[in-house]
């Protein structure tokens, strides 16, 4: 089996970061987002974050196969300096150049204004107007998909 590589990224390549997270023990410019790669893969993992232009720099230059996206959190609109909709998800993903958009922090607890199933009933909407359902991975908890 080959090995895992997991790089974490920072200065030009990041995510805007939710700054309420932030603190003197871990500044913003440490909160976590990764690109791995196994193989020739490439999975991003966006952690908390809000779009930024950023993406379209990450994807030319790291092209991931996989983008896994926060999609909740985002209402009300002040929220959007912190977190992404689903709207703004799916311009990331755009940005990124993925082939597989995987949806993340949503439905597990009440944090904003939104519905708890508004986040991915709104993006399957998005994708189907957008032509990009074969490209959408909703993953059910607990269970394994390959890829």
Request: glycine letters at 8%.
């Amino acid at each position: 089996m080959g090995k895992l590589f997991a790089t974490r990224l920072e200065g030009d390549l990041h995510a805007e970061p939710a700054l309420g997270r932030a603190s003197a023990a871990r500044p913003a410019s440490r909160l976590r987002r990764f690109l791995l790669e196994h193989q020739g893969r490439k999975i991003y993992h966006a952690g908390d974050s809000a779009y930024f232009d950023g993406f379209k720099e990450i994807g030319r230059r790291l092209a991931p196969e996989i983008a896994l996206l926060p999609i909740g959190t985002y209402h009300p609109e002040s929220f959007r300096r912190v977190h992404m909709g689903p709207d703004e998800a799916v311009k990331a993903f755009r940005d990124l150049r993925a082939r597989w958009l995987v949806p993340m922090h949503y439905g597990t607890f009440k944090l904003s204004f939104e519905e708890m199933d508004e986040p991915p009933r709104w993006l399957r909407e998005i994708a189907a107007k957008e032509n990009l359902t074969q490209k959408l991975r909703m993953l059910d908890e607990g269970v394994p998909v390959v890829f």
